[in-house]
């Protein structure tokens, strides 16, 4: 990220592009023809196909790069993109999202609305949330849109967000069977679920004063853990929490928003943007732990990147540095 700077962000958005444009094969493939699609997942070559343990049972996880077709596209018909969890790929087709409002001014031009169509198709409750929120403020913060136009159109899009909330099954039901079945999580399989996780990494932290401020690392050695679960988690930012302590935790959202604030401000778009993106990273993180992955520490520094080698469009300079800021004020 430090060499390709702000290119950084198109590069993304391509690669989340043309990697949607594949997944919609393969979604249209298995509502056109299940047993097809799944006749295709099992030809794919062994070297390709990754072998876990769940609960005693071997599961196998087909992924040759391009699409993963794991048991959520099989079984249940959800996009994973080329992720392992649909999550994951809703979470970083947002991401696009929100590099395209940076450095496009829109979430609905031609790219934009195929990362929209691939967010749908993920079935994530949480990237619906996250990504229902990311639209809200983007129609709530427009200039081009009349303060009349933005209440109707704020009690228009809570309206359709209830109704989705309470008659879709990924979003209502299945967080209130997460909030019944959270004492079950916790006794059989140690967090199995994101809310049994967020619990017991919060009573973690609880046991001894030194754990809330430095955590008690990330090995399973150290965790709250029941012997079918081997401490499996799956909260990212109570995990961040109880590996690191609320020193670090404070320190990593800090500098996330600082990264998301310096990208505002060269883009020149409302700064309370970078508070939306960061509750919006943060959402994403509850459903899974991968706040610890090199993509998201490279977007901590970003914001030092911005400041370092990019000047505000408004006070261009002469010399070397100023095709930066024409090359960027442009878009």
Same mark, same amino acid.
């Given at each position: 990220?430090?060499?390709?700077?702000?290119?950084?962000?198109?590069?993304?958005?391509?690669?989340?592009?043309?990697?949607?444009?594949?997944?919609?094969? %393969?979604?249209? /493939?298995?509502?056109?023809?299940?047993? !097809?699609?799944?006749?295709?997942? #099992? &030809? $794919?070559?062994?070297?390709? *196909?990754?072998?876990?343990?769940?609960?005693?049972?071997?599961?196998?996880?087909?992924?040759?790069?391009?699409?993963?077709?794991?048991?959520?596209?099989?079984?249940?018909?959800?996009?994973?993109?080329?992720?392992?969890?649909?999550?994951?790929?809703?979470?970083?087709?947002?991401?696009?999202?929100?590099?395209?409002?940076?450095?496009?001014?829109?979430?609905?031009?031609?790219?934009?609305?195929?990362?929209?169509?691939?967010?749908?198709?993920?079935?994530?409750?949480?990237?619906?949330?996250?990504?229902?929120?990311?639209?809200? %403020?983007?129609? /709530?913060?427009?200039?081009?849109?009349? !303060?009349?136009?933005?209440?109707? #159109? &704020? $009690?228009?899009?809570?309206? *359709?967000?209830?109704?989705?909330?309470?008659?879709?099954?990924?979003?209502?039901?299945?967080?209130?069977?997460?909030?019944?079945?959270?004492?079950?999580?916790?006794?059989?399989?140690?967090?199995?679920?994101?809310?049994?996780?967020?619990?017991?990494?919060?009573?973690?932290?609880?046991?001894?004063?030194?754990?809330?401020?430095?955590?008690?690392?990330?090995?399973?050695?150290?965790?709250?853990?029941?012997?079918?679960?081997?401490?499996?988690?799956?909260?990212?930012?109570?995990?961040?929490?109880?590996?690191?302590?609320?020193?670090?935790?404070? /320190?990593?959202?800090?500098?996330?928003?600082?990264?998301?604030?310096?990208?505002?401000?060269?883009?020149?778009?409302?700064?309370?943007?970078?508070?939306?993106?960061?509750?919006?990273?943060?959402?994403?993180?509850?459903?899974?732990?991968?706040?610890?992955?090199?993509?998201?520490?490279?977007?901590?520094?970003?914001?030092?990147?911005?400041?370092?080698?990019?000047?505000?469009?408004?006070?261009?300079?002469?010399?070397?540095?100023?095709?930066?800021?024409?090359?960027?004020?442009r878009k």
């Open positions: 990220m430090y060499y390709v700077k702000l290119d950084f962000l198109e590069i993304y958005i391509r690669i989340l592009y043309y990697f949607s444009l594949i997944s919609f094969v %393969f979604f249209a /493939l298995y509502y056109a023809d299940k047993s !097809l699609a799944k006749s295709f997942s #099992l &030809s $794919i070559p062994e070297p390709f *196909v990754k072998k876990v343990m769940v609960y005693g049972s071997e599961v196998k996880q087909p992924n040759p790069v391009f699409y993963n077709f794991d048991t959520n596209y099989i079984d249940f018909g959800r996009n994973n993109g080329p992720f392992w969890e649909p999550t994951v790929f809703a979470t970083m087709l947002i991401i696009a999202q929100i590099f395209n409002l940076l450095s496009n001014k829109t979430l609905f031009n031609r790219k934009g609305i195929v990362f929209s169509v691939a967010i749908l198709t993920t079935l994530s409750t949480t990237g619906f949330l996250a990504y229902f929120l990311l639209i809200a %403020f983007y129609f /709530l913060l427009s200039d081009k849109i009349k !303060l009349f136009a933005k209440l109707v #159109l &704020s $009690i228009g899009v809570l309206i *359709v967000g209830i109704y989705s909330y309470t008659s879709l099954p990924f979003l209502g039901e299945k967080i209130q069977n997460e909030i019944e079945k959270a004492d079950y999580e916790m006794d059989k399989y140690g967090g199995d679920s994101r809310l049994a996780s967020a619990m017991l990494d919060i009573k973690e932290t609880q046991e001894k004063p030194i754990y809330f401020i430095l955590g008690r690392g990330s090995s399973s050695n150290t965790r709250v853990a029941s012997p079918e679960s081997d401490g499996l988690r799956n909260c990212g930012d109570t995990a961040l929490l109880a590996e690191w302590g609320i020193l670090y935790a404070v /320190l990593f959202i800090s500098l996330l928003f600082y990264s998301f604030l310096e990208l505002t401000r060269f883009f020149r778009i409302s700064w309370i943007f970078s508070i939306v993106f960061t509750l919006i990273i943060l959402i994403c993180s509850f459903s899974e732990v991968y706040l610890d992955l090199p993509f998201f520490y490279s977007l901590l520094f970003f914001g030092f990147i911005v400041k370092r080698f990019y000047i505000p469009a408004s006070e261009p300079e002469s010399g070397a540095e100023s095709w930066l800021v024409n090359r960027w004020s």
